[in-house]
């Protein structure tokens, strides 16, 4: 069973995303601020920075911060120091979302017109620009091992691509009216599971490109999935208000949190793990909530 363990709520507009670094934790929010929060006291550090439109995503490295605006501006924060130290205009969409491919030197962000970046998390520059013409791209999500990365476009298709030359190796035709989010099995590397607009969970044999299992997840889209408890559960939060919990072995429903059960009021937009046990979930509700698997 998942319990909640603890509440944040601060921000006086929807939250888009969290990143966890450390013992801290980064959220974007619309408000127009990108704000660091201590998860064991859920109070808010003395590091925030106002943004000129509202942050959609955010990522950090060992060194930096990087979020990405409404506008498609790119920011880069020095972490140690809290100076902002690199800023561009690479895009003119809104960026939903960044990823750091583990193992690697590299940042990636997808914008809403289906373009692609690529950075280097050391030099802070600009290694690869790919238009890809899918439509918005809501969400990147990356293999643990840093070798394939996942890209959902709006144009409902799921690219998986490899991070050596970021070469373009499998397209499945994903989910009705936009791919969403995908996370790769821990239990099995050839099962990828994924979720879409249509509020499906769908679970695809990727290298074979076959669809599994079709599962009817939530009411509304699945905006982010996660993979906790030594890759045994699957959690999944939706535009429909919910988070639901899955067994990573059987894909069968475990339990549902909800307002009723002191979760979100409004749409969950985006999880984050803060280790096999715990994870954080935020919403349009201005809240970002702790949660742990007993």
Known sequence: MVSKIGEISGHSG????LEKRNNKVFSASADGYVVQWDLTTFEQDSFAVKCSTPPYSVVSDNNHLWFGLSSGDLHIVDLSTKQEVKFYQQHRSPLFSLVEV????FIVCGDADGNLSVWNSKSLELVLFLPLNCGKIRKINAKSDGKLIVVHGQDEKIRIFETQHFNEIVTLPGHENGSYCSVFSDLDENKLISGGKDGLLKIWDWQAEKLLESIPAHNFAIYDLLIIDEGKTIVSASRDKSIKI??????TFKQKLENKTGGHKHSVNSLCLVNENEFLSTSDDRRIIKWQIN
């Open 14 to 17: 929807a939250i888009y995303d």
């Open 102 to 105: 583990p193992k690697t030197d």
């Open 246 to 251: 899955w067994d990573d072995l059987t894909y």
